[in-house]
């Protein structure tokens, strides 16, 4: 009787030890997938529903390791693979938009752009929000394929008929483009090349972006 009685509880004490186990790995399980989602909403921009600096700096980070990998395999010699771009795409004249209709309407504006460049990259991981009126792109495609995609952002943004409160008004934006291009460039580099770039647009009239052809050479493209 004795044997029984503590075969019993041996049993039950299993059982409880299984239950115990299998709660603390539930809760364990859920809790890192809160978190992870929680991580992605507090990483993104409630205007633009755009990845913010820090997690869109993560991305590019990951992608240049990439590209730089797949440049040192020789991968891009052999079979003509896509390259990495990086753009940086700047509002034009957004501070009038602030001071003229309010910073709802900026907020509203920024949605806006933020809505065409998505659509048109397609890849909510390859583009995010760097500053107030300032984007991050980039992509793994080739040349001719990026300069129809940000011809096409210019475009679309340039025809927009911007409505707030009633009133209308237009915006443009630049955009400054740099291709890893060279062996020993770093992510750094790449980036202050699409920077210069997208001042070269700024002091040329904007509405347009510039490509780094060379070191020190830029091409104007994708204007009126």
Known sequence: MNHAIAIIGGLFAILGFA????????????TKETFLMGREEWMSCDVTKMYLRKRTMELFSEAFEKAKLR???GLR????????????IDVDNFKVVNEQFGHLAGDYALSVVAEII???????????????DEFLIFINSRKTVVFESLTAILKKIREYEFVWQGQSFSLTVSCGLAELAFEDETQ??????ADEALFHVKRNGKDAFAFVEKRNKYVLCGNR
């Open 19 to 30: 239950c115990m186990t299998y709660l603390v790995f539930t809760r364990l399980f859920v």
């Open 71 to 73: 440049q040192y395999n």
């Open 77 to 88: 010699r052999q079979c003509k693979a896509d390259c990495l771009f990086a753009a940086i």
């Open 118 to 132: 998505l659509q048109e990259i397609g890849d909510k991981q390859s583009a995010g929000k760097y500053g107030g």
């Open 188 to 193: 750094h580099h790449l980036f202050h090349r």
